[in-house]
C-alpha cells in the first residue's frame, strides 16, 4: 500500500503546473458558428474548420494570474480600444467579456480546460433600440503554447498580427 501511494504522489508531483491551470498562451486550432442572427446562404452550421498554426492572425489569449483568479490578454485586439472585464476566473475556466466604446456589441466569452485543449464558446450580445440581441454565436478550441507575441507595435485592419511558438 505505500509503494502504491508513494507512485501515485509522485505521479501527481510529475504533472506541470500549467496542465492543471488555464494560466499561459493559447492558439485557436478549429472554430465553428452555432448561430448567427444575419445567416448568408453560404454559412455552416456546425462543422469544426481547423486553423493553420501558422496564420497570420490566430486567435491568441494569455491568461495570467491576477490575485486569486486570472486576467485576460486577448492579443489580437488593441488594449486602447477594447475592455477585457473578467467576470469569473478559477484554475481551468474563465470567463470574460471584450466591448468597445463604439459599438453596441460585445463578445462574452467562456473558456474552459478540455483535456490537452482549451474550449471557449462565444456569443456577441449588440442593442439595438434599447433591446439586446444575439448577433453570433461560436466556438473555438485551442492548444496551449510556450509563447505568443504582437508583430508589430500598431494594429492592422484585422487586429494586431501574432505569432506564437
Known amino acids: 500500500m505505500g509503494t502504491l501511494l508513494a507512485l501515485a504522489v509522485t505521479g501527481l508531483l510529475a504533472i506541470p503546473a500549467h ?9 485557436d486550432i478549429a472554430g465553428r458558428i452555432t448561430y448567427k442572427r444575419n445567416a448568408l446562404p453560404a454559412d455552416k452550421y456546425g ?10 492572425y490566430p486567435s491568441a489569449k494569455q491568461f495570467r494570474r491576477a490575485g486569486p483568479g486570472f486576467e485576460v490578454a486577448d492579443m489580437n485586439y488593441d488594449e486602447k480600444d477594447y475592455r477585457v472585464r473578467v467576470l469569473e476566473s478559477h484554475e481551468q475556466k474563465v470567463v470574460f467579456e471584450r466591448s ?4 453596441p ?24 433600440k434599447g433591446l439586446e440581441y444575439v448577433d453570433l454565436r461560436a466556438e473555438e478550441r485551442f492548444i ?15 487586429g494586431f498580427p501574432v ?3
Open 19 to 27: 496542465a492543471q491551470s488555464i494560466e499561459g498562451y493559447w492558439q
Open 144 to 158: 496551449r503554447r510556450k509563447s505568443c507575441a504582437r508583430v508589430g507595435a500598431q494594429p492592422q485592419a484585422q
Open 163 to 165: 505569432t506564437c511558438n
Open 105 to 128: 456589441c460585445r463578445v462574452h466569452n467562456t473558456c474552459q480546460l478540455a483535456g490537452d485543449e482549451m474550449l471557449c464558446m462565444m456569443e456577441t450580445r449588440c442593442v439595438e
Open 47 to 56: 462543422d469544426w474548420y481547423a486553423r493553420p498554426l501558422d496564420a497570420t
Open 100 to 103: 468597445t466604446s463604439w459599438s
